[in-house]
């Protein structure tokens, strides 16, 4: 039996979403990228470009409404500039969706703190250009 190709091409699409802290509540799910069903996230990072100044900690995590967590394998630290890859899970959306931002205070009265979330991703049955064979 005889291989047959699939000779369609897609580029990756990228979306990012800017966050301050004043968009987020402790401990709460927020929205920030919707993706289609069919996505499959490939890459991403979380960027933090205002340090977070709660008073011991404060904890990020990407995820989706499915595993608030799905992007980030431990909690990514809002107290230092940095720019943090989003761990890839090859998980596919069956449905609409979106990637959601949970940030965990460490206590006090935080006043500041921002960043940028950014993920590329494909979508299944998507071609751009067609590969010659």
């Known amino acids: 039996m005889a291989t047959t190709f699939d000779t369609g091409r897609q580029y990756p699409l990228v979306a990012s979403a800017d966050f301050v802290l004043g968009d987020l509540t402790s401990g709460e799910a927020v929205p920030l990228i919707?993706?289609?069903q069919g996505a499959t996230v490939i890459g991403g990072t979380l960027t933090i470009s205002t340090v977070f100044n709660s008073t011991s900690s404060d904890a990020i995590d990407i995820g989706d409404d499915g595993d608030a967590n799905r992007y980030t394998a431990s909690p990514v630290s809002g107290q230092a500039l940095a720019c943090t890859e989003l761990s890839l899970t090859g998980y596919t959306y069956s449905a609409?969706?979106?990637?959601?931002?949970?940030?965990?205070?460490g206590g006090g009265t935080p006043t500041t703190g921002a960043g940028t979330v950014r993920v590329m991703y494909v979508l299944d049955g998507r071609s751009h250009e067609v590969q010659p064979t």
Do not use: E, F
């Open 96 to 105: 609409n969706n979106t990637v959601d931002i949970t940030w965990t205070s």
């Open 34 to 36: 919707k993706l289609p």
